[in-house]
């Protein structure tokens, strides 16, 4: 099984990340009097660049997050994967289910807005254009972080549990880009809809895609549940491509004089 998943992962990056791009680093920033622990990977060539917070699925900062994060920083962000585990990775369902019960949601938050403000802080940011993105576990907590944090400026949510509480649902500042399962269970496709209406009746900007036979965690292809789809994962990655793109690129170009 770890041999097939590492191969399926290896697949995974000749798919996804651009030749040329550079494998990133784990590294330590600062959170509160202490420090929590991530995945840095920074684009190629000088100058800044505007950045995302990466949030891992129930497995931890596992080799296909690693690889999510690594083709951000080849579009031109500097992605920082945030790590919730203490550096423990999940190797079965059973692990993953422990480590993310163990997640206190208000610590979780904190930890992602550190590493928002750690990427704010660095030279080849763009402190006004930071983005998050999410899936399963990391999709609740990539939308939670946009509510928490007004500083977020796009959120990209790949079947993550949707936010039910209106009063922060209106704290969410961010543009909203989601993709579900329309045979996912948590989320459902009614949850989905739902919360797409909430968001639409608070003012929000938001763009969500249902991809109809697909279950949870369809854009992973090393998930050991079957539910790989990669039409629909090529799909879902170029519509988070495009919208990063637009909310966060070309809105905080630098402007001439």
Same mark, same amino acid.
């Given at each position: ?35 929590? +622990?991530?995945?840095? $990977? ?8 505007? $950045? ?20 951000? !920083? ?30 206190? =949601? ?7 807005? $550190? +590493? ?7 030279? =080849?940011?763009? #402190? ?19 509510? !928490?944090?007004?500083?977020?400026? #796009? ?11 209106? =009063? ?21 496709? /009614? ?22 036979? #697909? ?15 990669? /039409?629909?994962?090529? /799909? ?22």
């Amino acid at each position: 099984m770890k041999r097939t998943l590492a191969l399926l992962t290896l697949l995974a990056l000749a798919v996804f990340l651009p030749s040329g791009a550079t494998a990133g680093e784990m590294i330590t920033f600062p959170k509160g009097s202490g420090t929590n +622990g991530g995945y840095l $990977a920074v684009p190629k060539g000088n100058g800044t660049h505007p $950045a995302v917070v990466v949030v891992h699925e129930w497995w931890g900062i596992s080799d296909w997050i690693k690889g999510r994060t690594d083709a951000l !920083a080849a579009l031109g962000y500097v992605a920082l994967a945030v790590d919730l585990y203490g550096g423990k990775v999940a190797k079965d369902n059973d692990e993953a289910h422990e480590y993310m019960s163990g997640l206190v =949601d208000e610590d979780a938050v904190a930890s992602l807005r $550190a +590493g928002a403000d750690y990427l704010r802080s660095r030279k =080849d940011v763009r #402190a006004q254009a930071i983005g998050t993105i999410g899936w399963c576990m990391g999709g609740k907590y990539a939308i939670r972080l946009a509510a !928490a944090d007004p500083g977020i400026s #796009a959120c990209v949510m790949y079947y993550g549990a949707p936010i039910t509480d209106a =009063d922060k649902i209106k704290e969410i500042q961010a543009s909203v880009l989601g993709n579900f399962g329309g045979d996912d269970k948590g989320p459902s496709p /009614d949850q989905v809809k739902t919360f797409e209406t909430a968001l639409r009746g608070a003012g929000k900007r938001v763009d969500f895609k249902i991809y109809p036979g #697909a279950g949870h965690a369809f854009a992973n292809s090393t998930n050991p549940f079957g539910t790989y789809k990669p /039409d629909y994962a090529k /799909d879902a990655w170029a519509r988070t491509s495009r919208f990063f793109d637009k909310e966060l690129k070309k809105a905080s170009v630098p402007k001439s004089h």
